[in-house]
């Protein structure tokens, strides 16, 4: 392959094959030189910011990684032609558990182990032709990024939404470590997979349920932006519930016990009262009689993941505490019941049990003989005799007041007016999302910026002491045993220090940040990376942000989306930003699969990127990926052939070098019917980016490098100014998914680099009206007909040159016609009389 191309009139030098490996050494080069992705900032244009979800730095890039990247790449080389000032920036996730673990295997530093990831990952994407802007480049464990990090925190501390209290936590025994509610899959650590346990442990939650409404509220600004499935997953792990709060005085106890219910209006259907064997409250109720059999009971509770103890097929345990409930409308005493199909973070971990009409309620009290009362009248058979609970609306029967009302609605607000009115309750709202649990037993994460002193109490470090610092602890054990090796020996001379109210010893917490704090806020930290005063500048974060396109995995739904959506809210309170949402629309990838399954070694089903790069080039495999269907869709790659989308490229390219008119030739003078192509395709290619059907760009490419070689073919002529026009749009398409082709492309076609700095045209409205169209005449379903009719024919003018063609008349074969059916343009489809 040449470097150099020039055309004259009498000397031509033609590239008739692309090098894919040289064309990758060489722009790769001029892009770093020439900062050709390097976002301007200058108000020379308006802002585009994209952003793909950040990367952990786990090794080198594999499949997933060419999904997920090559998507937002697209966005970001589309919205530059279109001549924005486009923010594409790129950093890494690189602080967390698996670079710890990762290390401890290989008796090495996590810092040396994930650093050294950073420049692998750092060198293939630049291979990979992604248009990052890396000057703002970042790395959640520099000091310089986690300095701010903790200084988040300590604003979250200040008003009141960063806590400590000791609770249950989710356990991961082979982590070491706890969890969030949200990294708990199917009772498992979504990190590991090990089973999940239960331990009492002393943490530092973020206070998101003060945001839980706000949280639900919001998703109405992002409906339609954002994926459907993504909204209603975090709809539903917020869980909103409406009802109301229930006092129920307690033997023995001074202060009543208060239970959350959807379903006030059937409190006298209660006929016991469930607490779980987990929650403080069960260890005060319990008796000194039943105190042994109910610790054994606990200790079996806490091997139990959720997902197990809310299983409708398992079978119902429990213990009995010895103590009663007062039923606050009927005076009836319920015996109260430690069970583990209750969970300690419902409500207040106490719930008031209606056998006849909660199906887990009744299995419950048929096993231990407890009495099931209806007090809803559905028509089904009665609980006692059959077993199946009746969940459906009707009269209310064996409920006082409430007798005869048929109304759901009305039964429930009666009964909450009710309880308010005698000060026994009242109506409230509960959610199902929990305070953010973000403490973590383990080194390599942000430290807590908190001293600890025994005579202050929670000590907030001074902001001019920030960042804490990581110690070194080279050459210390860092594997996991329960507690930070931050609390170990190795790291006392970190850990004693004075405190900054009195001076008296005091220590540093011990516990880092969940990595999820430090991808909460970095799409704010790339509008101005390098600030030293700030977490980030106000004025440039308002003129980059909110982020316009974010593209990532749809599993982050419910942890880092969530998590992020939470931070912004409490930065806008703060004064800090003005907007409330921090990702205009959302695309999620799908995943790159192999023989039906995910890859894996264990498998022997992997396909090394690396190594197809190798044999086919960048802008084969992009390309493929691209190609292979809509985003959000998982591509088998079994299923694809990078090699044919090779040669396709080749083919592209030779339309380049086949162009002979000069730059800048006035395409009106050329042929008409291939400038209705290329409008066409124009239009077609530009909404189908906007409305992020990739795969319909690449179709629509090769379309239209089908359509322009059969026009150089069949006598339009390589010189034709329509030939360089149509050329010239399939290599700007083209280079949002092949960068490296778009580039020899253009140049070939005698630009100045880089198309990505191109112009993208505009289809003119004439050149888009169809002139003529090819009419498909059926008779009885068989094609018997194709005519050449003008675009604006009506359906009476249809019809007439429809049944006038010999070949139709010859079908119907002189009998009458029962029926036409137009369907302008395309069709006409005749019925005959049988």
Same mark, same amino acid.
């Given at each position: 392959?040449?470097?150099?191309?020039? &055309?004259?009139?009498?000397?031509?030098?033609?590239?008739?094959?692309?090098?894919?490996?040289?064309?990758?050494?060489?722009?790769?080069?001029?892009?770093?030189?020439?900062?050709?992705?390097?976002? &301007?900032?200058?108000?020379?244009?308006?802002?585009? !910011?994209?952003?793909?979800?950040?990367?952990?730095?786990?090794?080198?890039?594999?499949?997933?990684?060419?999904?997920?990247?090559?998507?937002?790449?697209?966005?970001?080389?589309?919205?530059?032609?279109?001549?924005?000032?486009?923010?594409?920036?790129?950093?890494?996730?690189?602080?967390?558990?698996?670079?710890?673990?990762?290390?401890?295997?290989?008796?090495?530093?996590?810092?040396?182990?994930?650093?050294?990831?950073?420049?692998?990952?750092?060198?293939?994407?630049?291979? !990979?032709?992604?248009?990052?802007?890396?000057?703002? /480049?970042?790395?959640?464990?520099?000091?310089?990024?986690?300095?701010?990090?903790?200084?988040?925190?300590?604003?979250?501390?200040?008003?009141?939404?960063?806590?400590? =209290?000791?609770?249950?936590?989710?356990?991961?025994?082979? +982590?070491?470590?706890?969890?969030?509610?949200? #990294?708990?899959?199917?009772?498992?650590?979504? %990190?590991?997979?090990?089973?999940? $346990?239960?331990?009492?442990?002393?943490?530092?939650?973020?206070?998101?349920?003060?945001?839980?409404? &706000?949280?639900?509220?919001?998703?109405?600004?992002?409906?339609?932006?954002?994926?459907?499935?993504?909204?209603?997953?975090?709809?539903?792990?917020?869980?909103?519930?409406?009802?109301?709060?229930? +006092?129920?005085?307690?033997?023995?106890?001074?202060?009543?016990?208060?239970?959350?219910?959807?379903?006030?209006?059937?409190?006298?259907?209660?006929?016991?009262?469930?607490?779980?064997?987990?929650?403080?409250?069960?260890?005060?109720?319990?008796?000194?009689?039943?105190? @042994?059999?109910?610790?054994?009971?606990?200790?079996?509770?806490?091997?139990?993941?959720?997902?197990?103890?809310?299983?409708?097929?398992?079978?119902?345990?429990?213990?009995?505490?010895?103590?009663?409930?007062?039923?606050?409308?009927?005076?009836?005493?319920?015996?109260?019941?430690?069970?583990?199909?209750?969970?300690?973070? !419902?409500?207040?971990?106490?719930?008031?049990?209606?056998?006849?009409?909660?199906?887990?309620?009744?299995?419950?009290?048929?096993?231990?003989?407890?009495?099931?009362?209806?007090?809803?009248?559905?028509?089904?058979?009665?609980?006692?005799?059959?077993?199946?609970?009746?969940?459906?609306?009707?009269? !209310?029967?064996?409920?006082?007041?409430?007798?005869?009302?048929?109304?759901?609605?009305?039964?429930?607000?009666?009964?909450?007016?009710?309880?308010?009115?005698?000060?026994?309750?009242?109506?409230?709202?509960?959610?199902?999302?929990?305070?953010?649990?973000?403490?973590?037993? %383990?080194?390599?994460?942000?430290?807590?910026?908190?001293?600890?002193?025994?005579?202050?109490?929670?000590?907030?470090?001074?902001?001019? #002491?920030?960042?804490?610092?990581?110690?070194?602890?080279?050459?210390?054990?860092?594997?996991?045993?329960?507690?930070?090796?931050?609390?170990?020996?190795?790291?006392?001379?970190?850990?004693?220090?004075?405190?900054?109210?009195?001076?008296?010893?005091?220590?540093?917490?011990?516990?880092?940040?969940?990595?999820?704090?430090?991808?909460?806020?970095?799409?704010? &930290?790339?509008?101005?990376?390098?600030?030293?005063?700030?977490?980030?500048?106000? @004025?440039?974060?308002?003129?980059?942000?909110?982020?316009? #396109?974010?593209?990532?995995?749809?599993?982050?739904?419910?942890?880092?989306?969530?998590?992020?959506?939470?931070?912004?809210?409490?930065?806008?309170?703060?004064?800090?930003?003005?907007?409330?949402?921090?990702?205009?629309?959302?695309?999620?990838?799908?995943?790159?699969?192999?023989?039906?399954?995910?890859?894996?070694?264990?498998?022997?089903?992997?396909?090394?990127?690396?190594?197809?790069?190798?044999q086919y080039g960048v802008d084969a495999i992009r390309t493929t990926i691209v190609f292979a269907g809509p985003p959000e869709? +998982?591509? +088998?790659?079994?299923?694809?052939?990078?090699?044919?989308?090779?040669?396709?490229?080749?083919?592209?390219? %030779?339309?380049?070098?086949?162009?002979?008119?000069?730059?800048?030739?006035?395409?009106?003078?050329?042929?008409?019917?291939?400038?209705?192509?290329?409008?066409?395709?124009?239009?077609?290619? $530009?909404?189908?980016? /906007?409305?992020?059907?990739?795969?319909v760009v690449v179709a629509r490419i090769m379309e239209l490098v089908n359509g322009t070689r059969k026009a150089i073919d069949?006598?339009?002529?390589?010189?034709?100014?329509?030939?360089?026009?149509?050329?010239?749009?399939? $290599?700007?398409?083209?280079?949002?998914?092949?960068?490296?082709?778009?580039?020899?492309?253009?140049?070939?076609?005698?630009? /100045?680099?880089?198309?990505?700095?191109?112009?993208?045209?505009?289809?003119?409205?004439?050149?888009?009206?169809?002139?003529?169209?090819?009419?498909?005449?059926?008779?009885?379903? =068989?094609?018997?007909?194709?005519?050449?009719?003008?675009?604006?024919?009506?359906?009476?003018?249809?019809?007439?040159?429809?049944?006038?063609?010999?070949?139709?008349?010859?079908?119907?074969?002189?009998?009458?016609?029962?029926?036409?059916?137009?369907?302008?343009?395309?069709?006409?489809?005749?019925?005959?009389?049988?």
């Amino acid at each position: 392959m040449t470097t150099e191309y020039r &055309r004259c009139s009498t000397v031509e030098t033609v590239r008739p094959t692309y090098d894919a490996a040289a064309a990758q050494e060489r722009w790769q080069k001029f892009w770093e030189e020439n900062q050709t992705f390097t976002a &301007r900032d200058d108000d020379s244009a308006e802002r585009r !910011y994209v952003l793909d979800m950040f990367p952990y730095p786990s090794g080198d890039l594999h499949m997933g990684h060419a999904e997920a990247f090559v998507m937002g790449d697209v966005v970001a080389r589309y919205q530059m032609m279109r001549g924005y000032d486009v923010m594409h920036p790129i950093g890494w996730d690189s602080f967390g558990l698996p670079a710890e673990n990762a290390a401890i295997q290989r008796n090495a530093h996590p810092a040396e182990w994930t650093y050294k990831n950073i420049e692998t990952q750092k060198n293939s994407f630049k291979r !990979y032709g992604l248009s990052f802007d890396w000057t703002r /480049e970042l790395h959640t464990s520099d000091p310089e990024y986690y300095r701010w990090t903790q200084w988040l925190f300590l604003q979250f501390f200040s008003r009141g939404l960063a806590y400590r =209290k000791a609770s249950f936590v989710n356990w991961c025994p082979n +982590d070491q470590t706890v969890l969030a509610n949200e #990294q708990v899959v199917q009772g498992a650590c979504e %990190r590991c997979g090990a089973a999940v $346990t239960k331990r009492r442990l002393t943490q530092w939650y973020f206070k998101i349920t003060d945001y839980a409404q &706000r949280l639900l509220d919001d998703m109405e600004a992002l409906e339609g932006k954002w994926p459907d499935r993504v909204l209603a997953m975090q709809r539903n792990w917020i869980g909103r519930s409406q009802g109301a709060y229930v +006092d129920f005085e307690v033997e023995g106890r001074d202060e009543p016990l208060t239970v959350f219910t959807t379903r006030p209006d059937t409190l006298f259907g209660a006929t016991f009262f469930v607490v779980a064997p987990d929650a403080p409250i069960a260890e005060e109720l319990v008796t000194d009689e039943h105190r @042994a059999e109910f610790e054994a009971y606990l200790d079996k509770t806490k091997a139990a993941s959720e997902i197990e103890r809310q299983s409708t097929e398992r079978e119902k345990t429990g213990v009995f505490t010895g103590r009663h409930a007062i039923n606050p409308v009927n005076g009836e005493k319920l015996p109260i019941w430690a069970a583990d199909y209750v969970l300690a973070d !419902y409500g207040t971990g106490a719930v008031m049990a209606v056998p006849a009409h909660d199906q887990r309620d009744l299995e419950f009290a048929q096993k231990f003989g407890i009495p099931v009362r209806v007090v809803i009248e559905t028509g089904e058979a009665d609980p006692n005799e059959t077993g199946i609970a009746t969940a459906g609306d009707g009269a !209310y029967v064996n409920s006082g007041e409430l007798d005869g009302l048929t109304d759901k609605a009305s039964g429930i607000a009666t009964m909450a007016e009710k309880l308010e009115a005698e000060g026994r309750g009242r109506a409230a709202i509960t959610f199902r999302l929990r305070d953010w649990l973000l403490s973590r037993q %383990r080194f390599w994460g942000c430290p807590i910026p908190i001293i600890h002193c025994p005579s202050c109490g929670e000590v907030p470090v001074p902001e001019d #002491q920030l960042p804490v610092k990581l110690p070194d602890l080279r050459g210390a054990d860092l594997a996991p045993k329960g507690t930070s090796p931050l609390a170990s020996e190795a790291a006392k001379q970190w850990r004693e220090v004075a405190c900054p109210r009195c001076g008296g010893a005091a220590e540093r917490d011990t516990d880092t940040m969940d990595t999820f704090v430090d991808s909460s806020w970095y799409y704010f &930290r790339y509008c101005s990376p390098n600030d030293v005063t700030a977490p980030f500048d106000v @004025a440039a974060t308002k003129r980059w942000a909110p982020v316009d #396109q974010y593209v990532g995995g749809v599993e982050h739904a419910i942890l880092h989306l969530l998590y992020s959506r939470f931070f912004t809210k409490v930065l806008h309170d703060a004064g800090l930003i003005e907007f409330t949402e921090p990702f205009t629309r959302l695309l999620n990838q799908g995943q790159v699969i192999n023989e039906g399954k995910a890859m894996s070694k264990s498998l022997g089903n992997g396909v090394d990127l690396g190594a197809q790069i190798d044999q086919y080039g960048v802008d084969a495999i992009r390309t493929t990926i691209v190609f292979a269907g809509p985003p959000e869709d +998982d591509i +088998d790659w079994a299923d694809v052939s990078p090699g044919s989308t090779a040669k396709f490229l080749q083919r592209a390219y %030779r339309l380049a070098a086949d162009v002979t008119s000069e730059p800048g030739a006035d395409p009106a003078s050329g042929d008409v019917a291939l400038r209705r192509t290329t409008h066409r395709a124009i239009a077609d290619i $530009t909404e189908a980016l /906007e409305s992020q059907r990739f795969n319909v760009v690449v179709a629509r490419i090769m379309e239209l490098v089908n359509g322009t070689r059969k026009a150089i073919d069949s006598g339009c002529g390589a010189g034709d100014p329509a030939v360089r026009e149509a050329v010239e749009f399939v $290599t700007q398409s083209l280079s949002t998914v092949a960068p490296y082709l778009g580039e020899e492309m253009w140049e070939v076609l005698g630009h /100045e680099p880089s198309v990505a700095r191109s112009s993208w045209p505009v289809a003119e409205d004439a050149l888009l009206v169809q002139e003529a169209v090819t009419l498909v005449v059926q008779v009885q379903g =068989k094609v018997r007909a194709k005519l050449e009719v003008p675009a604006s024919l009506t359906e009476e003018q249809a019809t007439e040159a429809a049944l006038a063609d010999e070949g139709v008349q010859r079908a119907l074969a002189g009998r009458e016609v029962a029926k036409v059916i137009v369907r302008l343009p395309k069709m006409v489809s005749i019925v005959p009389v049988t």
